[in-house]
């Protein structure tokens, strides 16, 4: 069952005309100290396939937490099902593991990596094989070309989640997790990413989280706002408004 534009609740999302989920997951809680003190709690996320779903909150809210959920990488949390293409799977299952990719907000993995090493690496772990061409204008539209040799530890913040979301981007993965991924980005490096959002459609669907209302407002079919851990409102297309956006973000 969908939720309707602009209803209140901790669920979200869908257009309503398509009733099939790339994922949905229920009763979800998450916490890093002891259970009794979660930071997410008992949320319910819907999320159809080709869609581009837009996460803001405020800082606390939850957002970062979620993402890493998904991911995989955070340990505590509890939930009551999860179901990945209308089938019961787990945060673990390697149907999931192996359609997602996650641009974290800080990563400094693979330090002594060069990007090659590392876009070969996760190739290789994901079982695909690497489309230069698809590579190349990646690291052409990122104006990344003299980073392609530099070990990741030894590029700038910004490099570094371009080197990530090149990687990403030529995986295509059916969910594409990125968190605050234009933080850093240079003007240039923004206008690319938002194209390249704008297009995933095609591949898959990408859940991103940003503090830039009117991006997020021009780049997303659904926008959560997430608030102390549990879905405050989705905003479907048609009422994606900056301000009404950051009024309701304020009260
Ligand atoms: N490593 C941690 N240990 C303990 N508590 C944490 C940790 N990381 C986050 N939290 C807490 O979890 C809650 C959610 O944090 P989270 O980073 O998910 O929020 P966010 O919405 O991504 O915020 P921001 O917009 O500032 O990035 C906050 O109360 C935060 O203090």
Redesign the pocket.
């Known amino acids: 069952m969908f939720m309707q534009a602009g209803e209140v609740g901790n669920s979200a999302i869908n257009d309503g005309k398509q009733q099939q989920h790339l994922l949905s997951m229920t009763g979800l809680c998450a916490w890093?100290?002891t259970e009794t003190d979660a930071?997410i709690s008992n949320l319910h996320l819907e999320i159809g396939p080709n869609q581009i779903i837009g996460l803001v909150?405020?800082?606390?809210?939850?957002?970062?937490?979620?993402i890493h959920v998904l991911s995989g990488i955070h340990r505590h949390y509890s939930l009551e099902r999860l179901k990945w293409r209308n089938e019961d799977a787990s945060l673990t299952s390697l149907a999931f593991k192996r359609n997602r990719y996650t641009v974290f907000?800080e990563d400094e993995s693979f330090e002594y990596f060069t990007f090659e090493e590392y876009v070969r690496h996760v190739f290789r772990s994901y079982g695909r094989e690497v489309r230069h061409d698809t590579l190349d204008e990646l690291v052409e539209g990122f104006n990344f070309q003299k980073y392609r040799n530099a070990f990741l530890g030894q590029l700038s913040m910004g490099s570094r989640r371009k080197a990530y979301l090149i990687t990403g981007f030529a995986l295509r993965p059916e969910l594409l997790l990125l968190d605050?991924p234009v933080n850093g980005l240079d003007f240039e490096s923004t206008e690319f990413l938002y194209r390249l959002m704008n297009e995933y459609r095609s591949y898959g669907t990408i859940l991103f989280?940003s503090?830039v209302l009117e991006s997020l407002c021009l780049t997303s079919d659904s926008i959560i706002i997430?608030e102390a851990?549990s879905i405050r409102h989705t905003f479907l297309q048609g009422e994606m408004d900056p301000e009404h956006i950051r009024g309701v973000l304020n009260k």
Do not use: F, I
């Open positions: 890093y100290r930071v909150g405020l800082n606390g809210a939850g957002k970062s937490t979620l907000s605050e989280s503090h997430l851990g």
